[in-house]
Protein backbone atom coordinates (compact mmCIF):
# COMPACT_ATOMS: atom_id res chain seq x y z
CA UNK A 1 0.00 0.00 0.00
CA UNK A 2 1.10 2.94 -0.87
CA UNK A 3 0.60 6.80 0.47
CA UNK A 4 -1.76 9.08 -1.15
CA UNK A 5 -0.20 12.49 -2.29
CA UNK A 6 -2.26 14.13 1.12
CA UNK A 7 -0.76 11.44 3.10
CA UNK A 8 2.92 12.10 1.92
CA UNK A 9 2.34 15.73 2.44
CA UNK A 10 1.06 15.28 5.77
CA UNK A 11 3.95 13.19 6.80
CA UNK A 12 6.47 15.13 5.30
CA UNK A 13 4.90 18.25 7.68
CA UNK A 14 4.50 16.58 10.41
CA UNK A 15 7.00 13.75 10.74
CA UNK A 16 5.83 13.17 14.50
CA UNK A 17 2.97 11.52 13.40
CA UNK A 18 -0.47 12.01 11.55
CA UNK A 19 -3.60 10.99 13.19
CA UNK A 20 -6.27 9.62 10.26
CA UNK A 21 -9.83 8.96 10.89
CA UNK A 22 -11.74 5.93 9.50
CA UNK A 23 -14.51 7.74 8.01
CA UNK A 24 -16.24 4.39 7.89
CA UNK A 25 -16.26 3.52 11.60
CA UNK A 26 -14.85 6.91 13.06
CA UNK A 27 -11.96 4.95 14.54
CA UNK A 28 -8.44 7.40 14.78
CA UNK A 29 -5.40 5.68 13.42
CA UNK A 30 -1.77 7.60 13.15
CA UNK A 31 0.29 7.51 10.48
CA UNK A 32 4.52 6.78 11.98
CA UNK A 33 7.09 6.22 10.12
CA UNK A 34 8.29 2.53 10.11
CA UNK A 35 11.49 3.86 12.81
CA UNK A 36 9.35 5.88 15.25
CA UNK A 37 6.58 2.49 14.87
CA UNK A 38 9.76 0.00 15.75
CA UNK A 39 11.20 2.21 18.95
CA UNK A 40 7.25 2.38 19.93
CA UNK A 41 6.93 -1.52 19.49
CA UNK A 42 9.87 -2.12 21.66
CA UNK A 43 9.29 0.24 24.26
CA UNK A 44 5.21 -1.54 24.52
CA UNK A 45 6.88 -5.07 24.64
CA UNK A 46 9.24 -4.51 27.79
CA UNK A 47 8.07 -5.18 30.91
CA UNK A 48 7.03 -2.19 32.97
CA UNK A 49 8.92 -2.44 35.57
CA UNK A 50 11.94 -2.66 33.68
CA UNK A 51 11.16 1.34 33.87
CA UNK A 52 10.26 1.87 37.25
CA UNK A 53 13.92 2.96 38.35
CA UNK A 54 14.38 4.82 36.02
CA UNK A 55 11.32 6.95 36.53
CA UNK A 56 12.13 7.03 40.03
CA UNK A 57 15.39 8.66 39.25
CA UNK A 58 13.49 11.21 36.82
CA UNK A 59 11.37 12.12 38.91
CA UNK A 60 13.15 11.97 42.78
CA UNK A 61 14.08 15.73 42.48
CA UNK A 62 10.39 17.11 42.81
CA UNK A 63 9.06 14.12 44.42
CA UNK A 64 11.95 15.05 47.63
CA UNK A 65 10.87 18.84 47.67
CA UNK A 66 9.83 19.54 50.85
CA UNK A 67 6.36 20.83 49.36
CA UNK A 68 5.43 17.53 48.45
CA UNK A 69 4.38 16.92 52.14
CA UNK A 70 1.67 18.83 51.41
CA UNK A 71 0.75 17.13 48.59
CA UNK A 72 1.03 13.58 50.55
CA UNK A 73 -1.29 14.88 53.23
CA UNK A 74 -4.27 16.31 51.08
CA UNK A 75 -7.04 14.49 52.31
CA UNK A 76 -5.71 16.01 56.08
CA UNK A 77 -5.32 18.82 54.99
CA UNK A 78 -8.22 19.94 52.47
CA UNK A 79 -10.89 22.52 53.78
Not at 4 to 26: F, W
Not at 35 to 52: G, H, Q, T
Amino acid sequence: MNLTEEQSKAVAEHPEGVRLIDPQTNRAYVLVSFEAFERVRELLADDPKDAYAAVDRAFAEGWNDPQMDDYDRYEELKP
